[in-house]
């Protein structure tokens, strides 16, 4: 969790607002940083996570959790992470005989072209239960990150279908939060990833896009993040729905600038 | 404002609503991720529910707490709404899924509206076209903003429909685009510079040009619309690439071009800092007046020197 994030999204663990989609996006620059944000987030929040992740291991992670202040592995036992490692579970799709169908079964069946088995393992995994000894606070689904699923052969209204569920479940029903990282193409002309991302934009609250600078790599300034709520218009004046920010990642912290402000510039 | 002029807008903000309604047919509202179009499709609704109109809403994007929030029990008493949010492919099996889909209920509002004039909003028509085939949905569209013209079937007058459909841009190509605007009576394509949002509309009025306007709006928390005048000129040419821009080189204090006179005079010119074998020469000769040299003092007019002591000033 980065503390000068919180302030410049107005916001901490105690006082999360519910009910919201986040949009992360990241154009010519790794955005990595803000899912571990939100992880760390959310289980200092004492949320209810599930964290479907398809990009890196769980010890990758973990280790980054660390330097965060959270440890995803005690997290996992005492029940409040729900982790699908993605590399992992994929394989086991063909190699393991599977009772009830695997989340990722789509990789098997290329005709279901759906993620319902996908959607139904969050939907158990943060299912409310009346145990209430853990008496986690809210459920939070974060995936990493929903362009891979396009690279694996689903069409682009399938994923937009499956955030569709966990929107109407999740955010609506359960009064929680859902965060996803999607990749911007930029340049390349890729019309599945660009009807993905324009479709989520359409659907989140909030916005977060990291972008590498248009100057190129630079040691003391490694990309900007345009903040856009998109709350209706007549909430707050259109002029503050839209800030953008230069950051610099630290070893355990990242610090924002204005635009053109960095301590190393000035 | 001054009340003639709180009377002007007022007009004007009953045109820019009345002139979207005024039509009936299908009216495209084109969003983007930046200026959301919600908003005035839900003015656009409250204005129908006040008109005393049923509303009919085809949500598949909000749920309906949230698309009924901001509305006051008498408005929301008019609106029906027809639940595709939370379970539009039946994965959940709750039963509530409606029977023949978001098309079945489009065909089923159309049978429903021989008592009077009818509002049907879609939000949205992009979930309904990445959904379904654009040609089946265009027919349906067409059957159920045009059956006014038609004649029913027992006889009864039916009343003037409006469809109002909320469509995002970014999400679909120019081919479903230019379908949808073919069908459309009117477009409104939303907007914005400088923070303050714009409608610009398309009417197609039947025999005659087509207009286009744009409007500046903002609209009210209680979805009310409150029409604006537009940013002044100079913050305009964002807008419109057409503009010519104001030359920033016509004040300038300083010059920057040359003429080719001024470049060979600053061509032929020696810096102080350029060493030549002259200033060398120069440099190393010795200059014959250094050795007589003098000193000339003038007293300050205003020094209080006294003669006799001279050290007076010191205070010992």
């Known amino acids: 969790m980065f503390p000068e994030l919180n302030n410049l999204l107005n916001t901490t663990p105690d006082r999360a607002e519910q009910g919201k989609l986040t949009l992360l996006c990241d154009a010519k620059t790794d955005g990595s940083f803000l899912v571990h944000h939100f992880l760390s987030f959310y289980l200092k929040a004492n949320c209810k996570v599930c964290f479907v992740a398809l990009i890196q291991s769980f010890s990758h992670y973990n ?161 900007q993040l345009r903040i856009l709520w998109r709350r209706p218009s007549q909430s707050t004046s259109q002029r503050d729905q839209s800030l953008t920010y230069q950051y610099k990642i630290q070893d355990r912290s990242v610090s924002f600038f204005a635009k053109g402000m960095s301590p190393a510039v000035l | ?182 069908l459309a009576q009117t477009e409104v394509t939303l907007g914005g510079t400088m923070g303050q949002a714009s409608a610009r509309i398309l009417c197609r009025r039947p025999q005659q040009h087509p207009t286009d306007q744009t409007q500046w709006f903002s609209i009210l928390p209680d979805f009310s619309l409150h029409l604006q005048e537009g940013p002044s000129k100079e913050f305009q040419p964002q807008s419109d690439p057409h503009i010519p821009l104001v030359d920033p080189m016509a004040h300038l204090t300083f010059n920057l071009h040359l003429s080719k006179k001024e470049r060979e005079a600053r061509d032929s010119l020696t810096l102080p800092f350029q060493f030549s074998s002259e200033k060398q020469e120069a440099l190393l000769r010795p200059r014959p007046s250094q050795a007589t040299s003098h000193i000339f003092y003038e007293p300050d007019a205003y020094d209080d020197l006294d003669q006799e002591d001279p050290d007076d000033d010191l205070d010992i």
């Open chain 1, 63 to 223: 280790i980054v959790g660390q330097k965060l202040g959270v440890n995803l592995t005690m997290a996992r036992e005492r029940g409040q992470l729900v982790f699908l490692e993605g590399l992992k579970s994929a394989v086991d799709v063909f190699f393991q005989a599977q009772e009830k169908p695997h989340p990722l079964q789509f990789l098997r069946e290329a005709s279901a072209g759906n993620l319902k088995p996908l959607f139904e393992f969050v939907r158990v995994a943060l299912k409310p239960v009346d145990s209430g000894a853990a008496g986690w606070t809210y459920p939070v689904l974060l995936v990493d990150d929903l362009s891979v699923l396009l690279s694996l052969g689903l069409g682009a209204v399938a994923v937009l279908d499956f955030i569709h569920y966990c929107r109407a479940t999740l955010c609506w029903e359960l009064k929680g939060n859902v965060v996803v990282l999607v990749h911007d193409s930029g340049d390349v002309e890729d019309e599945e990833n660009d009807i993905l991302l324009n479709g989520l934009s359409h659907q989140s609250h909030l916005i977060l896009r990291a972008e590498g600078l248009a100057t190129g790599f630079c040691r003391d300034v490694h990309g």
């Open chain 2, 1 to 182: 404002m001054t009340l003639s002029e709180g009377a002007r807008a007022g007009t004007r903000k009953l045109e820019m609503l009345d002139s979207l309604l005024a039509l009936g047919g299908l009216v495209l509202l084109r969003d983007s991720v930046e200026w959301e179009g919600r908003s005035l499709l839900k003015a656009l609704v409250k204005k129908s529910a006040l008109c005393g109109e049923q509303v009919h809403i085809l949500g598949c994007e909000v749920s309906e707490e949230e698309f009924r929030e901001g509305f006051d029990s008498d408005i929301n008493n008019r609106l029906v709404y027809h639940d595709f949010f939370r379970d539009p492919l039946n994965w959940s099996k709750t039963g509530e899924a409606l029977p023949g889909g978001p098309l079945g209920a489009l065909r089923a509002m159309c049978k429903r509206t021989d008592l009077g004039p009818v509002t049907i909003a879609l939000d949205s028509l992009s979930w309904l076209l990445l959904h379904l085939p654009c040609a089946t949905l265009c027919q349906t569209l067409h059957a159920v903003s045009y059956q006014d013209s038609c004649p029913p079937g027992d006889g009864s007058p039916v009343g003037k429909v409006h469809v109002l459909g909320l469509l995002h841009e970014e999400l679909h190509g120019p081919g479903p685009m230019g379908a949808l605007s073919s």
